[in-house]
């Protein structure tokens, strides 16, 4: 059972442009929400997390929204960067320190 | 920060035969973790390396076929036991650096099984 969804498999935006890249779960026992980006060859490199206490984290051009009441969260990137295209990874840790990935978004910024 | 290393970076390896990766921590660090991600699939979490204790298996993870060596606080290794096609993913070490959960990966293991 996928606790953890990334509906969208690939994502294009201009640069400039605002992406947004969302996710949604199932377990309302999360605690903690983050995301991660892959470029090819490479490990997933953090981005952003988010408590579940808070509904939104922001650290230069990447913000992180989370609406508990929909079990969704998103990242919002702005300005784009050609240099952003990479696979994005949401994953979220429950209370046993365990943590569930998505299964990605390819963004790819176009420039 | 921690810097992770990992070896081999690929490999093509025959069916039955058993493949250890390891991987090195530049820093002593409490929380390691050992990831698959099959194609097109995201990473799932195959087990927790205790330093001094034996692993934490998620659900559908033995260690029989998932032994994991965690000797001190830089260094683990994983043996794919055994091995079948359907073993054929990317392999993942990665250390918790926070209580919020943030993790830095190794770049990966790519094994083939034919």
């Known amino acids: 059972d996928q606790q953890v969804k990334q509906n969208s498999p690939s994502l294009s935006v201009q640069e400039g442009r605002i992406s947004i890249l969302n996710c949604d779960y199932t377990?309302?026992?999360?605690?903690?929400f983050l995301w991660y980006k892959k470029y090819p060859a490479e490990g997933p490199t953090f981005l952003i997390s988010i408590s579940s206490i808070k509904d939104k984290n922001e650290d230069g051009r990447f913000t992180v929204f989370l609406n508990k009441s929909a079990k969704h969260l998103s990242l919002h990137i702005v300005p784009s960067q050609p240099g952003d295209s990479a696979v994005y990874f949401c994953?979220?840790?429950?209370?046993?320190?365990?943590?569930?990935f998505g299964t990605g978004t390819s963004l790819t910024v176009i420039p | 920060s921690a810097v992770i290393s990992q070896k081999p970076s690929r490999d093509i390896c025959q069916r039955g035969t058993s493949l250890t990766i390891q991987c090195q921590v530049d820093?002593?660090?409490?929380?390691m973790f050992w990831y698959r991600q099959q194609p097109g699939q995201s990473l799932t979490l195959i087990a927790t390396?205790?330093?001094?204790?034996?692993?934490?298996?998620e659900s559908g993870f033995v260690i029989d076929k998932f032994p994991i060596s965690r000797p001190n606080l830089t260094f683990s290794t994983l043996t794919v036991s055994n091995m079948s096609p359907e073993d054929s993913s990317i392999y993942l070490c990665?250390?918790?650096?926070?209580?919020?959960?943030?993790?830095?990966f190794g770049p990966g293991t790519r094994l083939t099984v034919t």
């Open positions: 820093s002593q660090v409490t929380m």
């Open positions: 994953a979220a840790r429950n209370t046993g320190n365990q943590f569930y």
């Open positions: 990665s250390v918790g650096v926070s209580f919020e959960g943030e993790q830095y």
């Open positions: 377990n309302s026992m999360f605690d903690y």
């Open positions: 390396a205790n330093q001094g204790s034996e692993a934490t298996y």
